[in-house]
């Protein structure tokens, strides 16, 4: 069974080297609509898949670091990249260019390393991230799966190398979580959220 959760977030980036001079060349923004869709054979003892109010701690205030920030791509000019650091407290760095379809696989990323170091406890079982749908305009989306996101040849990324400034870290609820993340420490869903 599939159960898709919807997320919102505005955000800003420049994508180098696509076609459009537009997008390119200019900083811009969207206004995106991220949806998570995850799956099991089972149910657990509330007869769910799995909580929607389990997404409402990690995996919504994850998302939500893109809300209001510049992502920026490590690989961008290094005064442009020191300026947007200067001049904005919200940003996320990443190890490959913000397209729609890397950040369906960096999304995908984030929320499959949560998954993994959450502790289940309402008999939830085999729950897996299906895949994540990344809508950038009204009318045009990215869906990336685990093989996109673990693609090497879409441009590696490596969890080690995004990077979270200080305020976006700041407003989790867990200012340690990106620690735990990347350690694989186990975090826990409270049974109330």
């Known amino acids: 069974m599939l159960i898709r959760k919807?997320?919102?977030?505005?955000?800003?980036?420049?994508?180098?080297?696509?076609?459009?001079?537009?997008?390119?060349?200019?900083?811009?923004?969207?206004?995106?609509?991220?949806?998570?869709?995850?799956?099991?054979?089972?149910?657990?003892?509330?007869?769910?898949?799995?909580?929607?109010?389990?997404?409402?701690?990690?995996?919504?205030?994850?998302?939500?670091?893109?809300?209001?920030?510049?992502?920026?791509?490590?690989?961008?000019?290094?005064?442009?990249?020191?300026?947007?650091?200067?001049?904005?407290?919200?940003?996320?760095e990443l190890p490959v260019s913000p397209s729609a379809e890397q950040f369906s696989r960096v999304i995908y990323l984030l929320v499959e390393r949560v998954l993994a170091c959450t502790e289940m406890i309402n008999g939830e079982r085999e729950v897996k991230l299906h895949s994540i749908i990344v809508h950038e305009t009204e009318t045009g989306y990215a869906q990336g799966f685990k093989e996109d996101a673990h693609s090497e040849l879409m441009g590696k990324i490596a969890l080690e190398d995004i990077v979270f400034s200080e305020q976006v870290q700041s407003e989790w609820s867990d200012t340690k979580l990106w620690d735990k993340l990347l350690n694989y420490t186990l975090i826990t869903n409270p049974r109330k959220v």
């Open 6 to 92: 919807l997320f919102k977030f505005e955000n800003a980036h420049i994508v180098r080297d696509c076609s459009t001079r537009r997008c390119s060349e200019n900083i811009h923004g969207h206004s995106y609509k991220i949806e998570v869709l995850l799956e099991s054979n089972y149910l657990d003892d509330g007869q769910m898949v799995y909580d929607f109010g389990l997404t409402k701690l990690y995996i919504k205030e994850l998302i939500d670091s893109f809300d209001h920030a510049i992502t920026l791509w490590s690989k961008d000019d290094k005064k442009y990249l020191a300026d947007m650091k200067t001049h904005s407290n919200r940003w996320i």
